[in-house]
């Protein structure tokens, strides 16, 4: 092929990915909407049925233990899934990113058009202050809204068998290690998705200092 055709073929194949990375993102933000509501909605019938369960004493506390394992189960796994969606559609912006900075170079007029100032992350940066805007933003993800329910669940079964092994005593103390239970969770969910968060970015930039073209094999 000539340089004509290679630039039409590589302009081709450059929208196509655009759109495909523009699907993708779109596929991971619907993801978490429905991992995220599956989850309330999960928490929510089970607490509906601890309601009904409540009338008989006896059989309360086996039905609460069990039913508030399996939605903290459920959660722990919805978190770590939320976590990986994130990740994935910073990537597929990042891709967006590079793809849009080369559409820039194309002619004066797409220099304007596609603008970093009018993109989105990475490529614009964000306009409040440095220290809320990064922390706002990271106690604000779907992951840290399911991890902070998923907290306060577990938090109240301690709470919950630790009130009934009490029983006659004063069982307000019960509170105390259900409030360090939920705590202690809610900041290691919180240090997991700064982690993973952290290991994404080390992989790109390990990526982005790797040659475009690789080596040809000498043996070939």
Known sequence: MDDKERQSAFMSALV???????????????EAASRSSLYV???????????????SREAFLP?????????????????MRLVDTMLEYQRCLAGIARIRGYYRTLTPEAAVYFSAETGRWPEAQSTPPLWFGPVIGFLTTAASIVSLLNS????AGVALVVGYARAGEQT???????????????????????W??????????QEGRKPSHPTPDKGG
Do not use: N
């Open 41 to 55: 909605f999960s928490l929510s019938s089970s607490l509906v049925a601890m309601g009904f369960a409540s009338r």
């Open 172 to 194: 307000g103390l019960a509170l105390l290690p259900g409030v360090a239970t939920a705590v202690v969770l809610m900041v290691g969910f919180l240090a997991y998705q700064r």
């Open 152 to 155: 306060i669940v577990a938090g």
């Open 16 to 30: 196509t990915e655009h759109f495909v990375l523009q699907t993708a993102a779109s596929a991971t933000v619907t």
């Open 63 to 79: 039905f609460a233990v069990t039913v508030l394992s399996g939605v903290f189960f459920l959660g722990l796994f919805t978190i």
């Open 196 to 205: 993973r968060y952290s290991i994404s970015k080390t992989a790109e930039s």
